[in-house]
């Protein structure tokens, strides 16, 4: 353990100064970490409204909270690329220099955003499908957010900017300072639009998607193939990308299939045919995506730092029922080169072993329930209707924890020495 800690300290810490050190991996950290608060309303509420508990659930429609619990969710993470997009603009004035138009910065980022954004237009009605202002584009929101902030910071500095005399009022000199920058920014995405207009695809964020599903087509359902899947959907999420969405399209038509199969087959008492199914993903995700349950038990409970120990009280409870999008995008993972040997390595050493497992029948295989993945751990295993499967999800916490500790311990480590430098600083 020793020697794994040195060399991550020697190899790891190096890298991960130099990334945090870099202006643009610093103005998409900051953007994205910046909207932990709205993740985290939207994120509760989620699993408020999707414990499925046949009592709850008639009491949320009983007393219509089903409708509140649903829209607080709808306008969060479900709008998860609309915030980004103004999160990252302001984050780029700060890290390109300008820190004083952080607000033109984070506007224009918005409308760009919007700009590439299609718009529906039927019996006269306008309208933006929000899927769009989630999380499926978040790394337009991402790369939109660089670009414009940048080239409005790279644009007031060469000074090609409506200079006003000298007895204007600030406010007003400073919205004529931003009017080149804003129009010439405003025309380049709007040339992107009609590039991408010209395209199949119609749009970046449908062509973003695309382009990587794409080749993912021709996958099948063996298991390097899975773990091909699980990879692929592992190294997007550490960028920024929805993983998720770029890789479960290509499955869910064959696990509604799997699905049925396999339920008769439990029924009538026959084996399970099909055993990496919608079941064999979710216990890939236990915690969330890259099997993070084991980072917030330890966050939660074993944290020296405080800044670690509170993040964790937070994040557990939505870990415990699938949700991680706060240790994404908060603690965070995303860009983060500590965390991407944990995040890649934890799911694919669990779903590997559970399917030897089950391969060699010490294991029941789940039958493959779909939309199951924010049952909590141990009663996900019940639900999928195997013990012994539920059973090994509880292992799986255990081996995610074991993957997850010296990386956990190394920022932990790190976050409780720059807290007492600053206690000492203050002294």
């Known amino acids: 353990m020793n020697k794994l800690m040195n060399w991550m300290e020697q190899v790891l810490v190096p890298l991960a100064n130099r990334f945090s050190q870099n ?24 699993i408020l409204n999707g414990i499925p508990w046949e009592p709850y659930t008639a009491f949320l429609e009983t007393t219509k909270l089903n409708v509140v619990f649903g829209f ?12 980004m997009a103004y999160s990252v603009g302001r984050a780029g004035a700060q890290n390109f220099m300008l820190p004083e138009k952080s607000f033109t910065c984070g506007i224009l980022s918005l409308v760009c955003y919007l700009l590439l954004v299609p718009i529906d237009a039927a019996e006269g009605i306008t309208s933006i499908q929000t899927k769009y202002l989630g999380t499926q584009g978040i790394f337009v929101a991402l790369l939109g957010g660089i670009l414009s902030s940048w080239l409005v910071c790279w644009i007031i500095k060469k000074k090609i900017t409506i200079k006003m005399p000298s007895g204007v009022p600030p406010m007003v000199g400073d919205s004529f300072a931003a009017l080149i920058p804003a129009f010439l920014v405003i025309v380049l995405f709007a040339i992107i639009k009609l590039l991408f207009l010209a395209t199949p695809y119609g749009n970046p964020i449908d062509c973003i998607y695309s382009i990587i599903q794409t080749p993912l087509q021709a996958l099948t359902s063996s298991l390097p193939a899975f773990l091909l899947l699980i990879l692929i959907a592992q190294v997007l999420w550490f960028f920024g990308v929805h993983g998720s969405y770029s890789v479960l399209p290509i ?13 008769a087959n439990a029924a009538a008492g026959l084996p399970i045919n099909h055993i990496l199914n919608a ?6 995700c236990l915690g969330g995506a890259g099997a993070t349950i084991g980072l917030v038990i330890w966050l939660c409970f074993f944290a020296k730092s405080t800044q670690y120990k509170d993040f964790g ?5 939505c870990g415990v029922f699938g949700v991680n999008e706060p240790v994404i995008f908060g603690l965070p993972v995303m860009l983060n080169p500590i965390m991407i040997i944990p995040f890649v390595f934890a799911p694919i050493v669990i779903v590997s072993l559970g399917y030897f497992l089950i391969s060699i ?13 924010s049952i909590p751990p141990f009663l996900h295993g019940l639900a999928n209707g195997s013990l012994t499967f539920a059973i090994y999800e509880l292992v799986a916490i255990v081996i995610s924890m074991i993957i997850y500790y010296p990386f956990f311990r190394l920022i932990d480590q790190r976050a409780l020495k720059e807290e007492e430098e600053s206690e000492e600083a203050h002294a």
């Open 23 to 46: 202006s643009i991996l610093k103005t998409m950290s900051q953007g994205a970490m910046s909207l932990l608060a709205v993740i985290m309303v939207g994120s509760i509420f989620s």
């Open 72 to 83: 607080i969710p709808a306008v969060t993470t479900e709008l998860l690329g609309l915030y």
């Open 251 to 263: 499955l869910f038509p064959m696990w509604i299939g799997y699905a049925a199969e396999n339920t």
């Open 279 to 284: 079941g064999m993903w979710d216990l890939a």
């Open 313 to 317: 009280r937070l994040t557990f409870p």
């Open 361 to 373: 029948g010490l294991v029941g295989a789940p039958v493959g329930l779909i939309g199951a993945g």
